[in-house]
């Protein structure tokens, strides 16, 4: 997991991320909701809207195939860390790249406009868990493959 903001990052430093920041960088953060994978290379991207929760309501995720990348454009939302050995790891849905989880979290990461979450298959994950009250929160989700 790295937490990073775009105010202070060397995009060549980063080489997982280095065409995403390029490209926040040449059209603004406010407009990356106008772009779409193709202006990522082999990243998908994906907008998503949405009212954070309690984190109560929310389930451990993680990913074999892809690094998320979180994005905030609008709005503030907890992310609840902890690493896959500390969980006890649910079945694989190969499908969706999708592994649930159960167990404690870690460490909570309250993430804002500008700054970038990266989150390896290492890192278990609850997104969208509520500051103070629920709000609409607005992210860019960038799937990098492992493998890239």
């Known amino acids: 997991m790295e937490l990073l903001n775009i105010n202070h990052i060397d995009e060549l430093s980063h080489p997982v991320i280095h065409p995403i920041i390029k490209r926040i960088r040449e059209k603004g953060l406010e407009n990356l909701c106008q772009l779409n994978s193709d202006a990522f290379e082999d990243k998908k991207l994906n907008i998503v809207e949405f009212e954070t929760v309690p984190a109560t309501e929310k389930e451990w995720e993680s990913h074999k195939k892809f690094i998320d990348v979180f994005i905030p ?3 503030s939302e ?3 860390h902890n690493f896959m050995s500390n969980l006890v790891e649910g079945e694989y849905d190969a499908e969706k790249d999708l592994i649930v989880s159960e167990g404690p979290h870690a460490s909570k990461i ?3 406009p500008g700054d970038i979450l990266i989150l390896y298959p290492e890192d278990a994950h609850k997104p969208g868990i509520q500051v103070d009250v629920p709000q609409k929160m607005v992210k860019a989700v960038v ?3 492992v493998d890239s």
């Open 110 to 112: 309250t993430i804002h």
């Open 78 to 80: 907890i992310v609840y």
């Open 73 to 75: 454009i609008e709005g």
């Open 143 to 145: 799937k990098v493959p």
